[in-house]
């Protein structure tokens, strides 16, 4: 509620340090690009171990087949929405060299990219923009995967073992303000990376930026078509749990091979499912047991066994099973069916945290990402000119209650936090869980003055902070609640 006089207070520093390191090209290139990053969308890295779907769940939520983009040197693609009319364009950027326009092809919800001319180059990033409804508010960047079993120190895909998880993680504090962290099984082991991103000194004030997603939840279930509402059951579970639901601000079940394909439904597909589902149920039930045996020449009816092992490519054995059930219940057009299957993956409630966690509070986390981005200046290039601004920078960072606010947003949604239950729903509403903005937090009409109705709610949260038979977590809990309100009593009139 005060991200104006945060951000204020971090572009000021940064100016500051664009004058004191104005001899320096690399570090002056390093905090312009900060600077800008203020006006762009937020930008949103999606990180994981290999097989945990990351390029599925970025068409999952870009709603077209766009991704994996195969290029040498394990690049970050990213995916944004084309602004002002601008035409589909698709650029490489090879390790010290120029960008490369690559031809770009848009059809039936895919957009394929040919890398032909890109062999033999190293490629640090792809950048891909197009007409996007779902994008013009983040922007996605596909990372390459995280080595698998281990976490804790190995190499990137494709990388020397000495870059390690160190580099990763590096890579993703320039490159990204918030992170989608795809845990195939939410087991402890794979948590390495979620563990080091909070290493840094801010990371480790601010862990606001990160949500974690159990992204094959349809196999927790071993395929049952229940298989998600157990998967949900663990990530609620998780949420309550430090290990996990302390280290990010939410926990997401969904499934992201379901979503990708019910937004990319194609009509040969439906046709196929619905030849399948009018055969008798008796009939085609054995052949829905294993993927061997939907895949056979056994199977009764006129869909080719070549075109089932396609269905089971694109949906999986779990979104084959649960597209006949949602037929034969009466999702009996190709729109009924692709929203019955995408409202079933979990997109929709991974995309509410999407927008809650970090659209709505992309001020804040430009904020963060330009602070971290100044003490790596001021860390990898010390210089008298430069001394104060390491103290007034740790100064600013203590001081921001929107990282606070934050914290305690996500320990109440998870069930961490220690306020009674009575207090805890207003404290969610007023910390701005049903929306970030005054009118929202305050549950007023749009243009009515929220100053009085925050002064009421200021003097209730004061007295709940000094209450002595609250714990003193909850105590404090509450005066970060008081703060909330207190920002918007502070308001200018005109505000």
């Excluded at 290999?50 to 394990?74: C, F, M, Y």
């Excluded at 990219?113 to 960047?141: C, F, H, K, Q, Y």
């Excluded at 990371?203 to 930026?209: E, L």
Aim: proline share 6%; with cysteine.
């Amino acid at each position: 509620m005060s991200n104006d006089r945060l951000e204020e207070q971090t572009r000021a520093l940064l100016d500051r340090a664009m004058d004191a390191y104005r001899d320096s090209p690399r570090a002056l290139a390093w905090l312009r690009a900060h600077v800008a990053r203020f006006d762009e969308p937020v930008r949103i890295a999606v990180v994981g171990p290999r097989s945990a779907g990351k390029s599925t769940l970025v068409n999952a939520i870009a709603g077209e087949q766009i991704a994996p983009v195969r290029a040498g040197g394990s690049p970050l693609c990213w995916y944004r929405a084309a602004t002002g009319g601008t035409e589909s364009s698709a650029f490489a950027f090879p390790q010290g060299g120029r960008p490369v326009e690559l031809p770009l092809n848009r059809q039936d919800k895919r957009l394929q990219v040919d890398t032909a001319m890109l062999d033999g180059l190293r490629i640090d990033r792809v950048e891909m923009s197009w007409p996007n409804r779902a994008l013009r508010e983040l922007t996605l960047i596909d990372t390459p995967a995280l080595d698998n079993p281990v976490l804790d120190g190995t190499a990137l895909e494709g990388e020397t073992d000495d870059s390690g998880l160190a580099q990763a993680v590096e890579r993703i504090y320039s490159e990204s303000d918030a992170v989608l962290y795809l845990l195939p099984r939410p087991h402890y082991g794979d948590l390495g990376f979620l563990r080091a991103v909070q290493e840094h000194p801010i990371a480790r004030a601010a862990p606001i930026n990160m949500l974690a997603v159990v992204s094959r939840a349809d196999e927790l279930g071993g395929g049952r078509v229940d298989a998600l509402i157990s998967a949900r059951q663990v990530a609620r579970r998780h949420r309550r749990e430090a290990e996990i639901g302390g280290l990010c601000q939410d926990v997401v079940a969904m499934s992201g091979m379901l979503a990708s394909a019910g937004r990319t439904l194609r009509e040969p597909e439906f046709d196929a499912f619905a030849e399948l589902a009018r055969l008798p149920k008796k009939d085609l039930e054995p052949y829905l047991l294993s993927v061997d045996r939907f895949a056979g020449a056994a199977v009764p009816g006129p869909v080719p066994a070549d075109f089932r092992m396609a269905l089971l490519t694109r949906f999986g054995l779990f979104g084959v099973r649960l597209a006949l059930t949602l037929l034969r219940r009466g999702s009996t057009t190709l729109p009924a069916l692709a929203a019955e299957l995408v409202q079933r993956s979990g997109l929709g409630e991974l995309r509410d945290a999407i927008d809650s966690s970090f659209v709505e509070r992309r001020p804040v986390l430009k904020v963060r990402s330009a602070l971290i981005a100044l003490e790596v200046v001021l860390r990898m290039e010390p210089r008298p000119a430069a001394a104060a601004l390491a103290g007034e920078l740790e100064c600013v960072v203590a001081g921001a209650h929107e990282f606070r606010e934050l914290r305690l947003l996500a320990a109440l949604r998870g069930g961490r936090a220690a306020l009674p239950d009575e207090l805890r729903t207003e404290a969610l509403r007023l910390l701005g869980d049903g929306g970030a903005a005054t009118a929202e937090r305050f549950a007023l009409e749009p243009g009515i003055d929220p100053r009085p109705v925050a002064f009421d709610a200021l003097r209730r949260w004061r007295a709940h902070a000094e209450d002595q038979s609250l714990s003193a977590a909850a105590r404090r809990a509450a005066a970060v609640v008081a703060r909330s309100c207190e920002g918007v009593v502070a308001m200018p009139v005109d505000a």
